[in-house]
């Protein structure tokens, strides 16, 4: 595993722990899955080692200090090459987080040591059979009833169920329209193994994950005393969000392990694989899948590291773990592909561990959260970080050259209205300017205010009277909020005569134009 230069020693020594665990595993974890049996000892020997405690504070038996998020990370990462138990490591962790970050002390006291220590295992429960990434949407329900709450609905895809001794699970709490409105209908809250009512209704066969369970739960009437919500009622939503951050940085950590071995065996199989009466790897055209594998775990790792370094500093990184989320399950993919086409035929048997990263890495693609999820996220959270960047450019006619430049950007606000009365005419003129530097698109109502330095209600006013008469067109959302302009063919013609919109290179024989 290379270290990073921010690593603190203490997570370097992790390291080194880490890589020589995973290594003598190796040969256990595929008998494991050859045999598709459930990975207990391994994950026993993880928390005997203190390695489930990475992001709980000592007080509560934990490793924070010489572990933290990053080293959750690493652990995911070395774990992940040999053995599905990486599974069981991020829905474990993530119900500590959550009990960490929200729970009563009493629930930190009873459930974290254990936790720290691998003695109980958790599971998330979220997915329903109709509602998926749609979280707000779930149907279980949790009606209050002499002192305790009453739970009922099913789950379904639910990681390391049957494995585990407790189970968070997202249930409905309030039906009012007002509380739905502002995602205050849902409550977190654990239940263990064993209570009545709650059962296994089937485990899945998905496409990977060939020893780790996968199952739908069926709840009826399953009591759960208050002491066992976690926050308080109507914080559902909000712990949730809160830990689906957490959640996609290990799975993004997850995709490491396959993408470094997939390296290991490509070049393995490359080196010692003569064709041509030359070993393959000497092809350029495996030497350039070579490549491209380097370029994508390294980066893979570094979108990885800084998202968790960023977590250790106290940060919730939206943007940065979405990113890495979407990049290595996304370019995992391609990566797994192009290691099996390095090794040919022997890439897709089954006797080579490649082929179950490709399988596996079509799961972390669609959880947890799916790559689209991820794609429709970045742009919120890339407009609030790259504000900057973001400004719309300010263009004009160059006096001189006369073609459009760059004279600035967009999002000053004007210290005060002018006392200049705009007109429209002037509105018009500058629509008609918009279309000399940016010849097929709108103007933002945003820039028209900064140029004419004129308040809402006069722009609309001026705006709505131009559209009627057909000189410029407008882009609304909603009936009424007008947020895009433009000159019609006869907004242009009346703003300016045609030769102020020509202009041609100086190459140009003026003979041929007409």
């Not at 000053?412 to 018009?428: G, Q, R, Y």
Request: charged share 25%; with cysteine.
């Amino acid at each position: 595993m290379v270290r990073f230069p921010w690593w603190t020693e203490a997570q370097k020594e992790l390291a080194d722990e880490l890589e020589k665990f995973a290594d003598e595993k190796t040969s256990e974890a595929q008998e494991l899955v050859w045999r598709r049996k459930y990975p207990y000892q391994i994950i026993n020997e993880m928390g005997q080692r203190g390695w489930l405690g990475a992001i709980i504070p000592e007080e509560y038996g934990g490793n924070l200090s010489k572990m933290g998020y990053t080293g959750s990370c690493m652990v995911m990462e070395q774990i992940s090459r040999i053995s599905l138990v990486n599974m069981q490591y991020i829905v474990t962790m993530c119900n500590a987080y959550m009990i960490l970050k929200f729970g009563s002390k009493a629930l930190k006291k009873e459930f974290l040591p254990k936790m720290a220590m691998g003695e109980i295992l958790a599971a998330l429960t979220v997915t329903e059979p109709y509602a998926g990434n749609d979280s707000a949407g779930i149907e279980t329900t949790a009606r209050q009833e002499d002192g305790a709450y009453i739970l009922n609905g099913k789950k379904r895809f639910i990681t390391a169920a049957g494995a585990s001794d407790i189970y968070v699970i997202l249930a409905r709490t309030s039906e009012d329209p007002e509380a739905i409105k502002k995602h205050n209908h849902l409550s977190m809250f654990i239940v263990e193994k064993d209570t009545p009512g709650f059962t296994i209704e089937r485990i899945n066969e998905l496409t990977g994950f060939d020893n780790m369970y996968n199952a739908y739960l069926d709840l009826h009437e399953v009591k759960v005393t208050t002491d066992r919500v976690i926050g308080n009622i109507g914080d559902g939503w909000e712990i949730l969000m809160s830990m689906v951050n957490y959640e996609r940085l290990l799975a993004s950590a997850s995709a490491l392990g396959p993408m470094g071995e997939s390296l290991r065996y490509a070049n393995f199989h490359l080196q010692r694989r003569v064709q041509f009466g030359q070993p393959t790897f000497d092809l350029p055209t495996n030497q350039f899948k070579v490549a491209d594998i380097i370029i994508r775990y390294h980066t893979a790792r570094l979108l990885t590291y800084y998202a968790a370094y960023l977590f250790d500093l106290g940060q919730l990184p939206i943007m940065e773990v979405s990113i890495a989320k979407c990049f290595n399950a996304d370019e995992g993919l391609k990566l797994y592909t192009d290691a099996i086409q390095c090794m040919g035929g022997d890439g897709v048997t089954k006797f080579y561990p490649v082929e179950s990263f490709l399988r596996d890495g079509k799961i972390v693609q669609l959880a947890p959260s799916t790559s689209d999820i991820m794609r429709l996220i970045l742009p919120r959270f890339g407009a609030r970080v790259f504000t900057s960047e973001l400004r719309p450019p300010r263009r004009q006619m160059h006096k001189e050259l006369n073609v459009p430049v760059t004279v600035g950007y967009y999002g000053k606000k004007p210290a005060s209205l002018s006392n200049k009365e705009v007109t429209k005419a002037d509105l018009l003129n500058l629509l008609a300017e918009n279309y000399k530097v940016n010849p097929g698109l709108y103007m933002h109502r945003e820039d028209i205010k900064e140029e004419l330095i004129i308040e809402d209600n006069k722009l609309n006013e001026l705006l709505k009277s131009l559209e009627n008469e057909g000189l410029v067109k407008l882009f609304r959302r909603g009936k009424e909020n007008i947020v895009l302009a433009r000159a019609t063919l006869d907004g242009l013609r009346t703003a300016k005569p045609l030769g102020e919109y020509k202009w041609f290179p100086a190459w140009v024989d003026q003979k041929d134009i007409f």
